[in-house]
């Protein structure tokens, strides 16, 4: 290991920036977060850097190490042994100061979801496989980190079109549990607009949470839509029995 290590991390605010080189002495263990706190405390004290837990679970501290989606306390530094480390905002979203996003546009999202709607009062039963289902979207820190990836988002005005990966599986978490009575599928089909993703599983391979979004939550919503819409004797025996339909609740999870 060298003695130091070299970043260049973004600098600026909505109007413009540029990358600012620093260097900081290297530590073992040391990771990003790490590196740019050793940068505050000593040449920067004004370089704006978002963190709560420094333990990957409260999902603050999302940035791009080397134009990867990355949560910053998270990853080392040696990993980019070598190499000069690049450190900027997530692209998806409008910077407010150097490495902190906006990201309350996701909360407005969120708000678009209808909650869960128990057929039944609680407490009810649950097979074990649809308790797993569920509780690997339940692992969620809501970093963004998959919509920064994601190439819909990234183009900022695909965010008028597309809920996002994070979503997706916000979504599979509600349609996927058993007790649950409401219809997301004509939400899917139209104003989430789950037809843009088009499963490339760039989102599923930055979580660091290991959630399978595409094949766990994208793909299965996918199929529901499919059903309701597309399928025709599926749509003949629903109008004959005059029932709403669930078609899909049984799609296997693909296991981590
Ligand atoms: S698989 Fe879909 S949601 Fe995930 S990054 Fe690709 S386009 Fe976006
Ligand atoms: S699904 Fe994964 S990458 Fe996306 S917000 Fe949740 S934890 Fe982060
Ligand atoms: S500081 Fe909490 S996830 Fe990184």
């Not at 909360?107 to 057929?119: G, M, S």
């Not at 595409?214 to 629903?238: F, G, M, S």
């Amino acid at each position: 290991m060298s003695d130091e290590f070299t970043l260049k991390v973004w600098r600026g605010d909505k109007s413009g920036g540029q990358e600012v080189e620093y260097h900081v002495p290297a530590e073992t263990g040391m990771v990003v977060l790490d590196a740019l706190h050793h940068i505050q405390h000593n040449q920067a004290p004004d370089l704006a850097v978002r963190w709560n837990c420094k333990a990957a679970h409260c999902g603050s501290c999302g940035a791009e190490v080397n134009g990867q989606p990355k949560l910053l306390c998270k990853t080392r530094m040696d990993d980019y042994a070598g190499e000069t480390v690049s450190v900027r905002p997530m692209q998806t979203f409008p910077v407010i100061k150097d490495l902190v996003t906006d990201v309350s546009w996701n909360y407005q999202v969120a708000k678009e979801i209808p909650l869960l709607e128990p057929t039944s009062p609680a407490p009810f039963k649950m097979q074990q496989i649809d308790a797993d289902r569920v509780q690997e979207f339940h692992r969620c820190i809501e970093c963004f980190l998959c919509q920064d990836t994601c190439h819909v988002l990234r183009n900022h005005e695909g965010q008028q079109k597309y809920f996002g990966p994070r979503f997706m599986a916000k979504i599979a978490e509600f349609e996927m549990h058993p007790m649950d009575g409401e219809d997301r599928i004509p939400l899917l089909a139209h104003q989430a607009g789950l037809n843009m993703c088009n499963v490339t599983k760039c989102c599923t391979e930055v979580c660091p949470q290991h959630i399978r979004i595409t094949d766990n939550a994208i793909i299965p919503l996918k199929e529901r839509v499919a059903d309701r819409y597309y399928d025709p004797i599926k749509i003949l025996l629903r109008r004959l029995g005059g029932k709403k339909g669930e078609p899909g609740k049984a799609n296997t999870p693909v296991a981590n």
